[in-house]
T-cell receptor, first 112, second 115 residues
Framework: AQKVTQAQTEISVVEKEDVTLDCVYE???????LFWYKQPPSGELVFLIRRNSFDEQNEISGRYSWNFQKSTSSFNFTITASQVVDSAVYFC?????????FGAGTTVTVRA | EAGVAQSPRYKIIEKRQSVAFWCNPI?????LYWYQQILGQGPKLLIQFQNNGVVDDSQLPKDRFSAERLKGVDSTLKIQPAKLEDSAVYLC?????????????FGPGTRLTVL
């Protein structure tokens, strides 16, 4: 069985603050893929990043960075210098085949 | 490149009524997914199609939900009869293949309210 836990339900920050979203996962598989998606108020989920279980290298893309640690089964996401446009619901997801298991999501509100 | 299209965007019905949702995936995408997203939760897969065949419908409540993908392109999800607990956003997604590392592209969803 696969499970993704996003313990933070809501996070509110002031613009330019950094925000870190936690994601902890459970799986018995040795090969799996982790994802982060963003869901803005318009509703569609937007793909942010994909990681396979053999690649623990951290990644930075602009103001976004991801920290993957297999030892703690975590795949955390940090937004640096947040902006109002970052306000959205962020989902962490896990798959070992085609079926994505999503966490419950973290709502990020960035105030001007 | 056009994204995943869904219609309608919003639908309000009374319980026990029927409703249908339509999805047009990205051109050339063989795999199509329907998800149900209840408020405050992550999306849950209802059914996956590979071309016009069903790959997985294990979480589809088959007593009231049905889906088809004729000709391997557009898809329709139907609920008959609807229950209050069916109130949710129904998301359609597509990917070029059904392999796990392929990104899924999502449509804007249909928000269903059952009164």
């Amino acid at each position: 069985a696969q499970k993704v836990t996003q313990a933070q339900t809501e996070i509110s920050v002031v613009e330019k603050e950094d925000v870190t979203l936690d994601c902890v996962y459970e799986t018995r598989d040795t090969t799996y893929y982790l994802f982060w998606y963003k869901q803005p108020p318009s509703g569609e989920l937007v793909f942010l990043i994909r990681r396979n279980s053999f690649d623990e290298q951290n990644e930075i893309s602009g103001r976004y960075s991801w920290n993957f640690q297999k030892s703690t089964s975590s795949f955390n996401f940090t937004i640096t210098a947040s902006q109002v446009v970052d306000s959205a619901v962020y989902f962490c997801a896990l798959t070992n085949d085609y079926k994505l298991s999503f966490g419950a999501g973290t709502t990020v509100t960035v105030r001007a | 490149e056009a994204g995943v299209a869904q219609s309608p965007r919003y639908k309000i019905i009374e319980k026990r009524q029927s409703v249908a949702f339509w999805c047009n995936p990205i051109s050339g995408h063989a795999t199509l997914y329907w998800y149900q997203q209840i408020l405050g939760q992550g999306p849950k897969l209802l059914i996956q199609f590979q071309n016009n065949g069903v790959v997985d419908d294990s979480q589809l409540p088959k007593d009231r939900f049905s889906a088809e993908r004729l000709k391997g392109v557009d898809s329709t999800l139907k609920i008959q009869p609807a229950k209050l607990e069916d109130s949710a956003v129904y998301l359609c997604a597509s990917s070029s293949t059904g392999t796990p590392y392929n990104e899924q592209f999502f449509g804007p969803g249909t928000r269903l309210t059952v009164l």
